[in-house]
């Protein structure tokens, strides 16, 4: 058992016994059927449990305030003017409403999913090529608590040509497991974005990961969700333009996201482990400037 592994407190260890130590596929295929029943009165039942053991849950944020299913409350549209956009062409801006998990300089190809937890890049992006891109660049982890805003933004101006899908495991993604579960992104259903740039000496990818209860993401340009259902192709080719700020798609539960950045990008000041930060904001700087490619 590793030091960090054997600091866990005996609350932490009960959160993890619950939340892995179950059936985590069916668990996950049952809160998804239960999640799209509509039933305005079974909504708030559910709505009113859940704020119980989430007092974080702000509702009163959302564009329609009554919901007919419990994923309508997960996939909850925003307000218009709650997500002020950074729109300096330098700046790399946050896909998602999110606190900040492990982050840094990645060590060749060498990234931190918790202390002492490292996993390598060619073990979560298939694409060799596209793994390599991002050697000794910058990571951070993005964690949406199940109560955040699910929807996910385009931090660019960008392209997407293709996705890979990885389907696998539905583990919880909260701090206690990845204190404990090794490479638990690399075990974990995904989908690998790479933005395509107007300087192709630049690269940033997305990595939305699954996790337990509703292990589903939803992308606008593609027909069908990517989920423990889907049987489709893994690579999946596409012809998505996004300006900065557009919504690309959403989870159907809380989840992570991974942003991986070539070399030339810098983390903003103050980025880091247990920062919150919201959809829109500045993460990363360096972004090519238009007319300079």
């Not at 704020?51 to 909850?76: G, K, N, W, Y």
Request: hydrophobic share 40%; net charge positive; glycine share 6%.
């Amino acid at each position: 058992m590793s030091k960090t592994t054997a600091s866990l407190s005996a609350g932490e260890k009960l959160n993890f016994l619950l939340t892995n130590r179950i059936p985590r596929r069916w668990l996950t295929l049952f809160m998804g059927w239960f999640s799209r029943i509509e039933s305005p009165i079974l909504a708030r039942i559910s709505i009113a449990v859940w704020q119980c053991f989430a007092d974080d849950l702000r509702l009163q944020d959302a564009r329609t305030p009554r919901f007919r299913s419990l994923m309508e409350c997960f996939t909850r549209q925003l307000k218009p003017g709650l997500r002020p956009l950074d729109m300096h062409p330098g700046v790399v801006c946050s896909p998602c409403d999110a606190i900040v998990g492990a982050c840094g300089r990645i060590e060749g190809n060498r990234v931190f999913q918790a202390k002492g937890f490292p996993y390598s890049l060619d073990e979560l992006i298939p694409d060799a090529a596209q793994a390599a891109r991002y050697r000794n660049g910058q990571f951070v982890t993005l964690r949406l608590k199940s109560s955040m805003y699910h929807r996910f933004h385009a931090p660019v101006d960008c392209h997407v040509s293709q996705v890979d899908y990885v389907s696998g495991d539905t583990w919880n993604v909260n701090p206690i497991a990845l204190k404990r579960v090794e490479k638990l992104f690399c075990k974990n259903e995904r989908a690998v974005l790479e933005l395509r740039l107007d300087d192709p000496r630049y690269s940033l990818t997305l990595v939305p990961v699954a996790a337990i209860l509703v292990a589903s993401m939803k992308f606008h340009f593609l027909a069908e969700p990517l989920d423990l259902k889907y049987r489709g192709a893994n690579r999946i080719t596409c012809d998505a333009e996004f300006v900065k700020g557009q919504e690309i798609g959403y989870f159907q539960h809380g989840s992570t996201i991974l942003v991986f950045a070539s070399e030339q990008y810098q983390r903003i000041a103050g980025i880091d482990e247990g920062h919150c930060i919201k959809v829109g904001e500045a993460l990363l700087t360096g972004h090519p400037l238009p007319g300079r490619a």
